[in-house]
Structures are given as structure tokens and as C-alpha cells.
């Protein structure tokens, strides 16, 4: 197997609309790939199903950045991001990982995230009620987006009102491509993020509620099993992560059904299949691509190839998840598949903590949007739908039409 590094040509419109024949064609090269992934930065690409679910339980693959040999993957980081939110579950191994999860997971259980279930559909039916009459909609920003962010707040005790400044400093912290951006507005981003948090901690800590930042706060003042940089950062990434990947999630399972009639036409019918449609969207066209950062330790032989010590290793979830020695037909979407165990939430000791929660969302959502929106097709031809373009992965924009209540056609 070639060692040259791969390109992954994030400025090629085709690439981000589709990256899934590059994506095979890595995965044929090998059970380890070196690529240059957005931002110019150096990765070795774990492409196979049983390789990339080893390494992400694999302790000798790190999760903190700060492990890595290459000095840009730190450098290319907003100053205040290295200053002030590096103290968080995603970035952290064992032991501070196991303290920091154990304080909030009790709330993303699946028996807490069924109680809100009622409240998850009563805001679905709102978003919904403000478009149907028009009989068109832009479903990302009426409907998938509002959404998870919507529910996150009230879990948190965030203020609804404030969440437009929120999502727009999210969309310049995590803005991705072939080049990185302008550091100087992602830096402004973050200080006005963590200003935004500590401001709420504050208000939080004078008048403490029935909610999961209260919880926080208890931990650090009385507790003290928080320092104040992991609460700002705890706070910042339930904030961030409870909603960004929900909305592709959303977003580009309604895609999917739209680009393949047959399982739209499919899932109608069969509205109980929904549990196993969602699994398939995140199998098929995931929210994270192409996959999972970790960093390592050591030496580390994988698939045959020696990785070594200090290197990023990209557990290129997006491309296992297609792997056809685990998946049969894996190109095709096939809402009734039921040995389905992807890795779109990862694996291990860092297997998605709101996995509940977004699967949930995502169930609600769509199953929703399939019952009061008939005749649901794309507003505009598929080539002209927009795509992030690297990292996160889902459509930017999903405009639709539909039939307004009395137009349904049969």
C-alpha cells in the first residue's frame, strides 16, 4: 500500500456533495490510509469496520489533542480555545474522563431521555404548525435546527431567546474546509461563547433550578468535583453537542429519503420502522465525517501498518460504516436493516453520551415530518443542494415543498 498522503479535495463541490466513491476507493487501498483532511493537517485514516472499532477502545489511541507531535494541530486551535475549553469529555482520557461523564450521565439515560418524549414532540409540532400552511418550507433552518437546539436549552435552563447569538458563534468555532478561517473571527467566537456561559453560570448559581447546568454548578461550588475551567467547558460542550449533530442528523435523513422514494414511500407505510430507519441514516450518510480523531501514544500497528507515535489516527467512521465485510450491499439504504451496529456514535469509553437523546430527536422529527408533510419533495434539483464541507457532515440548506392541509394528493 502506497504511503503517499491523499488529498481530500474539500474545495471540490463534487467531493462534498458526495465524498462516498473517494471513500470506497480509500477503503480498497487499505486498511490504513494517510490523508490530508481539512485544514491541511496530516491524519492516518483507519478505513475497515473491525480495525476502527478496536482502535476507539484502543487506551494507547488518546483522546487529548495535546498528545499529538504535529505543533499545527494545537497552533491551529483559536487561542482561547487552548486558553480556557480544553478541559472537556471529548478532549480528556481516564481519569479525569471517567469523573467528567459520571457527573452528567444520569441525564442522558434512556429511561430520563424517554420522559421527554412529550416535550420533544410538542416543540416538533410547533416548528411544523408555522410552516404547513405555506406548503414550503427550508427544513435546516424552520425545522431541524430550532429543534435539538430548542431541547438542549431547556435541559440545560438556557434561555431560548439568546439561542440565534449562540448558533451563529457555533457555526464560526466549527467552520471547516480546505482552508481553516480567519483565526482572528473563530477567536472572537469563542471569548463571546465563554463569556455568554460564565454570564449564565452566574445567573444560574444566584437562582438555581430543576436543570442539568444547576447540577453543575452543585458539583463545582459544594462538591467541588469541578474546577471552574471544566465547568465552563462541561457547560459549553452539552451546549454545543447537544444540538450540532442532531440537526444533520435530521437534515440529512430527510435528504436521504427524498434522493430514494422507494424508502420514503417505504417509511410512510411502515411508520414502525423508524427506530431502524434512523440507525440506517446514521450508518449510510452519518453526521460526522469522515470519522474520529484520536492521537497516539506510542507506536501503533494497525491493519498491518505502523502508526507512529504522536500521529493523528482518524478513525474514519463515515468509511467503516460502508466496510462490505460487516454491512451487505452497504451503498444501499435499506431502512429495514437490522444488524446495524455502526459507528456514526463511536465506541468505547466515548461512545456518545446523547446518543439517546439524539436518536429520540431524530425518530420524532422525521417520523413527524413524514405525517404532516405530504407529497414532500425537494424545493430545488439535488445537484444544487449545499453540503458542510468537512467534519461535520449534512445539508446547509434542505428546501421543500409539500401539499398545505386539504391539497394532499393521494
Same mark, same amino acid.
Given at each position: ?139 435546516v433552518a424552520d425545522f431541524a435546527l430550532p429543534l435539538p437546539v ?107 429519503? /427524498? $434522493?430514494?422514494?422507494?424508502?420514503? =414511500?417505504? &417509511?410512510?407505510? %411502515? #411508520?414502525?420502522? *423508524?427506530?431502524?430507519? +434512523? ?96 407529497? /414532500? $419533495?425537494?424545493?430545488?434539483?439535488? =445537484?444544487? &443542494?449545499?453540503? %458542510? #464541507?468537512?467534519? *461535520?457532515?449534512?445539508? +446547509? ?14
Amino acid at each position: 500500500m502506497s504511503q503517499q498522503p491523499v488529498l481530500l479535495p474539500y474545495a471540490d463541490p463534487a467531493f462534498v456533495a458526495d465524498p462516498f466513491p473517494l471513500y470506497r476507493q480509500l477503503r480498497e487501498d487499505g486498511p490504513v490510509r494517510r490523508a490530508v483532511i481539512a485544514g491541511g493537517l496530516d491524519a492516518w485514516l483507519v478505513t475497515r469496520y473491525e480495525d476502527g472499532l478496536a482502535a476507539l477502545s484502543d487506551p494507547r489511541l488518546s483522546s487529548d489533542v495535546r498528545d499529538a507531535s504535529d505543533p499545527r494541530l494545537i497552533e491551529q486551535l483559536p487561542a482561547f480555545e487552548r486558553e480556557s475549553m480544553m478541559s472537556n469529555m471529548l478532549r480528556s482520557d481516564p481519569p479525569d474522563h471517567t469523573r467528567l461523564r459520571r457527573l452528567v450521565s444520569k441525564a442522558f439515560t434512556a429511561r430520563r431521555v424517554a420522559g421527554l418524549r412529550p416535550r420533544v414532540q410538542e416543540i416538533t409540532d410547533r416548528l411544523l404548525d408555522a410552516v404547513v400552511p405555506a406548503g414550503r418550507a427550508e427544513l435546516v433552518a424552520d425545522f431541524a435546527l430550532p429543534l435539538p437546539v430548542t431541547v438542549i436549552s431547556e435541559l440545560l435552563g438556557v434561555p431560548m431567546d439568546d439561542r440565534y447569538d449562540f448558533q451563529r458563534w457555533t457555526d464560526a468555532m466549527l467552520v471547516r474546509g480546505e482552508r481553516m478561517a480567519d483565526p482572528v473571527v473563530v477567536d472572537e467566537a469563542w471569548r463571546q461563547m465563554h463569556a455568554y456561559v460564565t454570564k449564565h453560570l452566574e445567573a444560574k448559581r444566584a437562582r438555581p433550578g430543576d436543570d442539568l447546568m444547576s447540577a453543575l454548578i452543585s458539583a463545582h461550588d459544594e462538591e467541588q468535583r469541578l474546577n471552574h475551567d471544566e465547568l465552563i467547558a462541561m457547560t459549553f460542550l452539552l451546549l454545543v453537542a447537544g444540538y450540532v449533530t442532531t440537526v444533520n442528523l435530521i437534515g440529512g435523513g430527510i435528504a436521504a429519503l /427524498l $434522493a430514494h422514494p422507494d424508502q420514503l =414511500a417505504l &417509511l410512510r407505510d %411502515r #411508520p414502525q420502522l *423508524l427506530p431502524d430507519a +434512523v440507525e440506517e441514516f446514521l450508518r449510510y450518510d452519518g453526521p460526522v465525517s469522515p470519522g474520529i480523531a484520536r492521537f497516539a501514544r506510542e507506536d501503533v500497528e494497525i491493519g498491518g501498518v505502523t502508526i507512529p507515535r504522536g500521529a493523528m489516527v482518524l478513525v474514519a467512521s463515515a468509511i467503516a460504516d460502508r466496510d462490505p465485510t460487516r454491512f451487505r450491499d452497504p451503498d444501499r439504504l435499506d431502512i429495514t436493516r437490522r444488524d446495524n451496529s455502526h459507528l456514526a456514535f463511536g465506541h468505547g469509553i466515548h461512545y456518545c453520551l446523547g446518543a439517546p437523546l439524539a436518536r429520540l430527536e431524530g425518530q420524532i422529527a422525521i417520523g413527524t415530518v413524514l405525517r404532516r408533510l405530504p407529497d /414532500l $419533495a425537494l424545493a430545488v434539483p439535488p =445537484a444544487e &443542494l449545499s453540503w %458542510r #464541507p468537512g467534519g *461535520l457532515r449534512g445539508p +446547509v440548506r434542505l428546501p421543500v415543498t409539500f401539499s398545505p392541509p386539504g391539497e394532499a394528493t393521494d
